[in-house]
């Protein structure tokens, strides 16, 4: 079983930063990659950012967020670093983490509960 608990989100005023975090824990030998998603009503969940590396490499951005938004990961956890936000990035962000049982098991996904972002004035 493996565990993803999620913190940050809230709402913040256009052009305002949040920072969302999400850590792994429970029975897993490998974390492959952690990512965040987002989903507005009537519209299906979209890739925000993922990361495969330690820190900040091997990281892909959905071109809205490029230049605005920063993944970063240690160990088991990955932060989600929001800047200069404006109202169509409101939505609930979810994490997202693909694990491996053991050396030989192939990867299992995990989601978390999804936190809200909301941006308004």
């Known amino acids: 079983q493996v565990q993803l608990v999620e913190s940050g989100g809230g709402l913040v005023q256009p052009g305002g930063s949040l920072r969302l975090s999400c850590t792994a824990s429970?029975?897993?030998?490998?974390?492959?990659?952690m990512g965040w998603y987002r989903q507005v009503p009537g519209k299906e969940r979209e890739l925000v950012a993922d990361?495969?590396?330690?820190?900040?490499?091997g990281a892909v951005y959905a071109e809205s967020v490029k230049g605005r938004f920063t993944i970063s990961r240690d160990k088991n956890t990955v932060n989600l670093e929001m800047n200069n936000l404006n109202p169509a990035d409101t939505a609930v962000y979810y994490c997202?983490?693909?694990?491996?049982?053991?050396?030989?098991?192939?990867?299992?996904?995990?989601w978390g509960q999804g936190t809200q972002v909301t941006i308004s004035s």
């Open positions: 997202q983490v693909n694990t491996h049982r053991t050396i030989f098991s192939p990867k299992s996904e995990h």
């Open positions: 990361i495969v590396g330690v820190g900040s490499d």
């Open positions: 429970g029975a897993f030998f490998s974390i492959e990659n």
